[in-house]
C-alpha cells in the first residue's frame, strides 16, 4: 500500500499510533498530536491523519485543513537534499523568486513536494536570518548566499 510505513519507521509509527489513541475523543488535542507526528516521521502520512480524525473524532476535512494551513505540515517525507529557499523582504527584494524558478526549473519541483526518487525536498521559508547575505537558500544545514539564477545549477550539481 503507497502510505504503508517502511521497515525503518515501523517501530515509529506503532508508537505514533498508541499516543494517538491516547487522546480518543479529544478534538482539541489536534495540533498536538499532528505535531508529535510531523516530529517524529518528519511528514504526516495520509493513513495517520485517517487514524487521527477517527480517534480525536474529527472531520478528515479538519485534519486535512490543519496540515494544509500550516507550512510546518508535510505530507511527504523530505527528501534527502532539503532545500529551503527564503523569501523574507530581503531576499525577496534582491531577486529570490527568479531563484526559486531557476529551482522548480532545475529540478522539476514545487515548494512542498519531494522528488519521486526522493532525491530533493523543496520549500519556502521566511527570513533565514542571513539577510545581509540575500537572496539565501540553505540545503539541508548548508547556507548558499548572493544567489543568482545562473548560479543554481552548479550549486545543485554538489547534491546528487
Ligand atoms: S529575508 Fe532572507 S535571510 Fe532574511
Redesign the pocket.
Known sequence: MENSPCQCMEESYQELVKFINQYEGESESLIMVLHKIQETLGFVPVDLQVKVADVLRVPISKVFGVISFYAFFTLKPKGKYHISV???????VRG?SKVLDAIEKKIGLVPGDTTNDGKYSLEI???????G????MTINKEVHARLTPQRIPEILAEYT
Open positions: 527564503c523569501k523574507g523582504t530581503a531576499c525577496f529570490a521559508v521566511y527570513c533565514l536570518g542571513a539577510c547575505l540575500s537572496p539565501v
